[in-house]
């Protein structure tokens, strides 16, 4: 099954996702949210929450669910101002139902599947040391 036989959460310009990305293989992926419970804007793109798009960046990576392969990262992260309010990390487990991925040193963009909810497939942690 090809990227182009699937309905994704968002609707993605031709050509996204790329052609290196493959299809989510089961892995564990980690993300900063806010809240216990998540609430599905947790993990939308940041295209989908009307951010402006840096012009250094594609547009088919901003639309992707930014996700990281590892929560170490994540913890670090919290020391900076503009991520002290996410206060929990998400653990989601990405089977091949999940979406279409590609990782770059640890850092994972993510098109998920319309059918996936990231809500029901993750667990939550503190992301506290």
């Known amino acids: 099954m090809s990227s182009d036989d699937v309905a994704f959460s ?3 310009p031709v050509g996204c996702p790329p052609n290196d990305a493959i299809k989510s293989d089961g892995r564990t992926a980690f993300r900063l949210i806010k809240m216990n419970p998540p609430i599905p ?3 939308f793109s940041h295209s989908k929450l009307a951010k402006r798009k840096p012009p250094d960046v594609p547009l088919c990576n901003w639309m992707s669910c930014s996700l990281n392969a590892d929560k170490v990262p994540l913890i670090n992260f919290r020391k900076m ?3 002290k309010d996410f206060k929990f990390i ?3 487990r990405l089977e091949k139902e999940s979406g279409m991925i590609k990782e770059k040193n640890g850092h994972i963009d993510f098109w998920m599947y319309a059918s996936f909810n ?3 497939a993750c667990e939550i942690e503190s992301a506290d040391p």
């Open 10 to 12: 968002e609707i993605l």
């Open 41 to 43: 804007e947790d993990f």
């Open 81 to 83: 101002p503009r991520f």
């Open 90 to 92: 998400a653990v989601l």
């Open 118 to 120: 990231p809500i029901d």
